[in-house]
């Protein structure tokens, strides 16, 4: 009698059940990949020669200079990307990395979220956190933060057109 009193008056939705149980599994997932997995790293690399083509960029030494019989990750950014990101080897590259990781699990999550709101959903909807879930459990995105290229930019970029030509705003699509 007296523990039914603390229960709610009205029952759970599906919905709220499931926000309930994927959130924490959503959030815990986005920080083992960004804190643990993408923090310690794998054997590719692919930050290094874009730090290092940065930091030539920003000496006026030559960017191109990679041997192709090797397999080591190559620079192979055209010389407009190499001015965009050329702000990276201004500090140390170590905290540049962990910068650049963070900017990328931003991107990603600015662009799930833009997604959501395409398709008119919003944060309190149950698609959010297993989208959060599906995306950072994923391959994909778990490599992006683990060699720590530039690929969630580029998908935020690329979902910022999608949406901004949804919304007929072509000029800045």
């Known amino acids: 009698m007296f523990l039914s009193s603390l229960e709610p008056r009205t029952a759970r939705t599906t919905a709220d ?10 959030v815990l997932t986005v920080l083992h990949r960004v804190v ?4 310690n790293g794998f054997r590719t690399d692919d930050f290094t020669p874009v730090y290092n083509a940065a930091l030539a960029f920003l000496n006026r030494l030559p960017v191109y200079t990679a ?3 090797w397999v080591d990750p190559h620079y192979l950014y055209p010389p407009s990307g190499t001015l965009l ?11 540049s990395r962990w910068l650049f990781i963070i900017a990328n699990a931003v991107a990603i999550l600015i662009a799930l979220y833009l997604l959501l709101r395409m398709f008119g959903l919003r944060l309190d909807s149950p698609i959010a956190p297993i ?10 995105v778990t490599n992006t933060l683990v060699f720590t290229n530039i690929n969630g930019l580029v998908l935020l970029g690329e979902v910022a057109f999608l949406v901004l030509l949804l919304k007929r705003r ?3 699509a």
């Open 17 to 26: 059940v499931v926000k309930a149980v994927v959130w924490p599994l959503a």
């Open 36 to 39: 643990i997995k993408a923090v």
């Open 67 to 69: 041997n192709f019989q």
């Open 85 to 95: 990101i050329s702000p990276i080897a201004v500090i140390d590259p170590e905290r």
């Open 131 to 140: 989208l959060v879930l599906g995306a950072f459990a994923s391959e994909t």
């Open 170 to 172: 072509d000029l800045w």
